[in-house]
């Protein structure tokens, strides 16, 4: 399974925009990157996930490099609630169907009041 | 609507002890995964069921580590013979179908086992 590598921790002033990037440079043809966070004693949430175009949806942005080795999370207007872990991930399938993930360490995105 | 849940929230157990954690999908999702997370670590994938098979074990740490799903829905994590080092928080996904180039996780809250 390819791996994503990000920085281990970000802060962000609050209702300011954020810019959480993940590289992955192994990266195959036919691994979506999918974003998820995790907030203090929860489980994972969704955020948004991509192919090869740049995403858009109520919560983020996935803005996604054109060689696809790269990608950045965009918080546009960062709040308090934004505090949590990060994750990228490689979504790849496995010969038996399963779509698991293996996800890294992520960022821990620390939002200032 | 409901989403995952996962019995019991906290588990205490001592060392050699066997345990069960149960996890409750989301109706109809056939899709099942459990995880484990360890502190300061992103959850690690252990099993996958796809209705009431385990399509993918590859993750189970060894053979102390055994998971059902008997009728499609409701699974349980069995630990025998517990080990301090298996403290950690498991977590339980599950999603709609198989086949799905998208398939999002739904993620329970998780159970905390700690193994005095």
């Known amino acids: 399974d390819a791996k994503t590598t990000q920085p281990n921790s970000m802060e962000s002033n609050e209702e300011e925009p954020v810019h959480l990037p993940c590289n992955h440079s192994?990266?195959?043809?036919?691994?979506?990157i999918h974003w998820y966070r995790q907030l203090p004693s929860q489980g994972p949430e969704y955020v948004i996930h991509g192919l090869t175009s740049n995403v858009n949806n109520r919560m983020a942005s996935l803005a996604i490099a054109e060689d696809r080795k790269s990608s950045t999370l965009i918080l546009h207007r960062a709040t308090l609630r934004d505090a949590a872990v990060y994750y990228c991930?490689?979504?790849?399938?496995?010969?038996?169907?399963?779509?698991?993930?293996?996800f890294g360490t992520g960022t821990r995105l620390k939002v200032l009041a | 609507g409901a989403g995952v849940s996962q019995t019991p929230s906290n588990k205490v157990t001592e060392k050699g002890k066997y345990v069960e954690l149960r996890c409750d999908p989301i109706?109809?999702?056939?899709?099942l995964y459990w995880y484990r997370q360890s502190l300061g670590q992103g959850p690690e994938f252990l099993i996958y069921f796809q209705g009431t098979g385990a399509a993918d074990d590859s993750g189970l740490p060894n053979d102390r580590f055994f998971a059902v799903r008997p009728e499609g829905s409701v699974s349980t994590l069995k630990i025998q013979r517990t080990e301090r080092g298996d403290s950690a928080v498991y977590l339980c996904?599950?999603?709609?179908?198989?086949?799905?180039?998208?398939?999002?996780?739904?993620f329970g809250p998780g159970t905390r086992l700690t193994v005095l």
């Open positions: 109706s109809g999702h056939t899709a």
């Open positions: 996904a599950s999603s709609p179908r198989l086949g799905s180039t998208y398939n999002e996780q739904f």
């Open positions: 991930i490689l979504r790849g399938q496995s010969t038996s169907g399963t779509y698991k993930y293996i």
């Open positions: 192994t990266i195959s043809g036919t691994d979506y």
